[in-house]
């Protein structure tokens, strides 16, 4: 596998690991992981060298898919947080200041 060929695995896997968190789906979340991973190895094992710009355009492709990976996984994160403060009553812990040192 060429490093343009994994890079678009790695693309893929991106799209496919969005739609899966988009649809709260864990198994294709799964296996959109495992994908990616699999072509970022398969990019690793090419070896390094210079990128040409359609290599470069494909890394800077992959790395906005990433980023949109991070946003989602962050807002649902941020979200079971709230849902479990207000199930706990506890929906103001984060406007309260932490205790530090010897109270901790």
Do not use: W
Request: proline share 3%; glycine share 6%; net charge neutral.
């Amino acid at each position: 596998m060429t490093r343009r060929d994994a890079l678009v695995s790695v693309i893929d896997a991106l799209h496919a690991e969005i739609a899966a968190l988009k649809a709260n789906d864990v198994r294709a979340l799964e296996r959109a992981t495992t994908d990616k991973l699999s072509g970022i190895d398969a990019i690793a094992a090419a070896g390094t060298g210079p990128a040409g710009p359609d290599m470069r355009e494909l890394a800077d492709e992959a790395s906005r898919l990433n980023e949109t990976c991070r946003i989602y996984v962050n807002l649902m994160a941020a979200n079971t947080r709230r849902r479990l403060q207000t199930l706990t009553g506890d929906a103001f812990a984060a406007h309260r200041p932490m205790l530090r040192g010897a109270f901790a």
